[in-house]
């Protein structure tokens, strides 16, 4: 369903949880991942896990950390936030491709114009769907 080509890449997964992606994407070759999460525990969690960068500091932060990214996942991740709209569109200003998975009872009018434009990839394995979007970086 998705796959990207993280050699040589840069990875940003928003609301990385355990950091799977942050995991997977350095075993395929990523030239750095970072995970960030707002729950600590979580955090904590990932860094036992294996490598990646994780920090608990909001996105904007993480703009003016690490910069631009080649690769973004927003899995799940956007309808517990409480700006959305203003997290993908920071992502989409950062990143050159973006994979968004997002219930539909949960897509607002400016997602919906996003993904309107956006590789429709099929179901998650939750049933969610999956969009891969083209960023600005």
Request: charged share 30%; glycine share 8%.
């Amino acid at each position: 369903l998705m796959k990207p080509d993280f050699k040589g890449k840069r990875v940003l997964d928003v609301g990385c949880n355990l950091g799977w992606f942050v995991r997977k994407s350095l075993e395929e070759g990523a030239e750095f991942a970072y995970g960030i999460d707002n729950d600590l525990a979580i955090i904590e969690s990932a860094r036992a896990l294996g490598d990646g960068k994780y920090c608990t500091v909001n996105l904007d932060s993480a703009k003016k950390i690490d910069g631009r990214y080649d690769v973004a996942f927003c899995l799940s991740v956007l309808q517990h936030l409480k700006e959305p709209d203003r997290v993908l569109a920071m992502v989409l200003e950062i990143a050159n491709e973006v994979y968004i998975e997002q219930p539909p009872r949960f897509v607002s009018d400016y997602m919906s114009d996003v993904l309107g434009d956006a590789e429709y990839l099929g179901e998650s394995e939750r049933g969610r769907p999956i969009w891969r979007v083209k960023g600005k970086a």
